[in-house]
């Protein structure tokens, strides 16, 4: 099996939008807090939908949530 390349940047950024919870997170987004976790670990690819849906939560574009392959930003 291929290492998953979908990265994201969810928990810096719960941590910058006033420490939002797993939870607080999955409920905006509809999906369960394992949901979350699985994302965070780099565990689960997000589904368009749910990328989209992550995106409105914390208000900011694609782009500054999840990357393909290697990032170099932190």
Request: aromatic share 10%; proline share 3%; charged share 25%.
């Amino acid at each position: 099996m291929g290492k998953n390349l979908v990265g994201n940047h969810i928990r810096r950024l719960r941590f910058d939008h006033n420490e939002m919870t797993q939870q607080q997170l999955a409920d905006k987004a509809g999906v369960t807090r394992q949901t979350i976790v699985a994302l965070e670990k780099g565990n689960y690819s997000p589904s368009l939908e749910l990328a989209f849906r992550i995106a409105l939560a914390f208000n900011l574009p694609l782009e500054e949530i999840f990357f393909y392959g290697e990032n170099t930003k932190k």
